[in-house]
């Protein structure tokens, strides 16, 4: 099985990080849509996003994305979008406040076997912030580059008294990302096919109901559900 997160071969300045996050500071900071998912302030700005709009925050699986007029003054934060060679979806700023929390939940579909995998690099953190993967502590520091597998039940706190604010790229898997997970001791012809408990089933399919309705989440919680 592979690790359930995994720092990756690169770290990046935290001084230019932060010089980019000014620029955006200016921008609308969006209250995240799963509002049952946390308490206090969790907020973030979109530099790729479905519509192109910085305050259109969400992040569902195969759809169209397409740059944020912001990312064309982040000259930093295109670099590091660039060191990916693959596929890029959402590439947001997700800002937790002092003293907030994300309650754990699952995100479907959000793992490197679901050909999918979303990037962690935190731009302000500090020894307070908890982040945990499958009831893990991933000890992310500023200015390393992180992959979680999001499938898995994950949470954050929050117990200082500043912003914890990451960047966060959602990547498609190809030949490139395969080729650096291998090197990172992932076994890349893992399975897809999941064998999930009860607990796990429960979780998808309220997650799924929460969503926008649509014809695959339908299709994916029947299938569930027969299980």
């Given at each position: 099985?592979?690790?359930?997160?995994?720092?990756?071969?690169?770290?990046?300045?935290?001084d230019k990080l932060q010089q980019e996050l000014a620029l955006c500071e200016s921008e609308l900071w969006t209250p995240h849509f799963n509002t049952h998912r946390y308490e206090?302030?969790?907020t973030s700005v979109a530099?790729?996003?479905?519509?192109?709009?910085?305050?259109?925050?969400?992040?569902?699986?195969?759809?169209?994305?397409?740059?944020?007029?912001?990312?064309?003054?982040?000259?930093?934060f295109?670099?590091?979008?660039?060191?990916?060679?693959?596929?890029?979806?959402?590439?947001?700023?997700?800002?937790l406040g002092p003293d907030s929390e994300i309650k754990e939940h699952v995100d479907n579909d959000t793992s490197y076997e679901d050909?999918?995998?979303?990037?962690?690099?935190?731009?302000?953190t500090n020894s307070q912030v908890f982040f945990y993967v499958d009831h893990k502590l991933v000890p992310m520091k500023m200015g390393e580059c992180w992959y979680a597998n999001f499938q898995l039940p994950h949470s954050v706190e929050n117990?200082?008294?500043?912003?914890?604010?990451h960047l966060t790229l959602d990547c498609i898997r190809n030949e490139w990302s395969d080729k650096l997970f291998a090197e990172m001791?992932?076994?890349?012809?893992?399975?897809?096919?999941?064998?999930?408990?009860?607990?796990?089933?429960?979780?998808?399919?309220?997650?799924?109901?929460?969503?926008?309705?649509?014809?695959?989440?339908?299709?994916i919680i029947a299938s569930l559900q027969s299980k």
């Open positions: 099985m592979n690790p359930s997160s995994s720092q990756l071969p690169i770290t990046f300045s935290i206090g302030n969790w530099l790729r996003s479905q519509s192109g709009l910085v305050n259109d925050i969400t992040s569902f699986p195969n759809k169209e994305y397409q740059n944020t007029p912001l990312l064309d003054h982040c000259v930093y295109k670099e590091i979008m660039d060191w990916f060679q693959c596929e890029k979806e959402a590439v947001r700023l997700l800002r050909g999918f995998f979303r990037i962690h690099i935190p731009i302000i117990k200082s008294s500043e912003p914890r604010i001791g992932f076994d890349i012809h893992a399975s897809t096919k999941k064998e999930y408990s009860e607990e796990m089933k429960r979780r998808m399919i309220e997650e799924l109901s929460l969503q926008e309705p649509s014809e695959i989440n339908a299709k």
